[in-house]
Nanobody, 127 residues
Framework: QVQLVESGGGLVQAGGSLRLSCAAS????????MGWFRQAPGKEREFVAA????????VYADSVKGRFTISRDNAKRTVYLQMNSLKPEDTAIYYC????????????????????WGQGTQVTVSS
């Protein structure tokens, strides 16, 4: 059984930074692409960033490009999301997710391509 546990959320002022972590257990972590998504109140879940299993490719939503950085440590079975220059519109619950395929050549932006999800961590950015 795969478990994904996010941590690192909190309350921060606009312009500040947070680093989210997602620790994975269960099936082999190093062969799976990983993604971060977020969901604000009253809105649909949206893609934030994703990283290939080999860390050779990263993809970002336009809204976070240049401010957020996704990375992974396969030895620690952990994926990270460094968030800088935070804005009030970044306020949401942030979820990490694991690709349903191993060694996938494509880094997906669609939630349906991920089959395991964490419980989420709240990020609140005050103005």
């Amino acid at each position: 059984q795969v478990q994904l546990v996010e941590s690192g959320g909190g309350l921060v002022q606009a312009g500040g930074s947070l680093r989210l972590s997602c620790a994975a257990s269960g099936r082999t972590f190093s062969t799976r692409n990983m993604g971060w998504f977020r969901q604000a109140p009253g809105k649909e879940r949206e893609f934030v960033a994703a990283i290939k299993w080999s860390a050779s490719l990263t993809v970002y939503a336009d809204s976070v490009k240049g401010r957020f950085t996704i990375s992974r440590d396969n030895a620690k079975r952990t994926v990270y999301l460094q968030m800088n220059s935070l804005k009030p519109e970044d306020t949401a619950i942030y979820y990490c997710a694991q690709d349903r395929e191993s060694y996938s050549a494509l880094v997906h932006k669609t939630p349906a391509e991920y089959d395991y999800w964490g419980q989420g961590t709240q990020v609140t950015v005050s103005s």
